[in-house]
């Protein structure tokens, strides 16, 4: 019943979008946003796609939360091979990556049991000057317990501490787990 009221939502906000468009008031970059996010959400991938695609169209610059919930649900819904592009877009309208980006990019590759390229993600994101915060350690930490590589996760509570990130409940829970 949940997703019912929330699909007949989205389909709501899709109809203000269309009758924004006709009168006086234009949409931007916030509306656009709410909408696609929440498609993702719903797992109505193609649609997003498409609300992205209009708003370039019109003339409206996708940000990175526009991009985020897309690259989140490409993930979930298709794997690794289709984030390239959507990655390859972002960079061609340089629209800089965040941590929620890169964040999205290791648990990607850790559900693939691809740690070595998930670890490589969180180097990256140093070399850009962007901070991981507890939640991409965390995932990195996960995917290791995944695979049960115990000695892989110390080092990355290492790596953390080191950082000034301080580990929380979640980080603990997952060492704990993992052994």
């Not at 007949?8 to 931007?28: D, F």
């Not at 290791?106 to 140093?126: I, M, P, R, S, Y």
């Not at 996760?153 to 997952?174: F, R, T």
Request: proline share 3%.
């Amino acid at each position: 019943m949940v997703y019912a009221k929330c699909a007949t939502l989205v389909l709501i906000a899709i109809r203000l979008l269309r009758r924004m468009k006709q009168g006086n008031c234009q949409p931007n970059v916030v509306v656009y946003n709410s909408i696609i996010d929440r498609l993702c959400k719903d797992r109505k991938l193609t649609e997003a796609l498409k609300l992205s695609s209009e708003m370039i169209i019109k003339g409206i610059p996708p940000i990175v939360v526009t991009y985020n919930p897309i690259i989140h649900t490409q993930c979930n819904l298709c794997g690794w091979k289709h984030v390239k592009t959507v990655l390859d877009e972002m960079v061609d309208r340089k629209v800089m990556l965040d941590v929620v980006t890169f964040t999205t990019m290791v648990d990607a590759f850790c559900k693939l049991g691809k740690n070595t390229e998930a670890h490589d993600v969180v180097n990256t994101t140093n070399q850009r000057g962007i901070e991981p915060d507890v939640f991409t350690y965390n995932t990195l930490m996960d995917g290791y317990c995944l695979q049960c590589k115990m000695e892989e996760d110390v080092k990355v509570v290492d790596m953390m501490v080191h950082k000034g990130c301080v580990p929380d409940v979640c980080s603990y829970n997952i060492i704990i787990n993992g052994y």
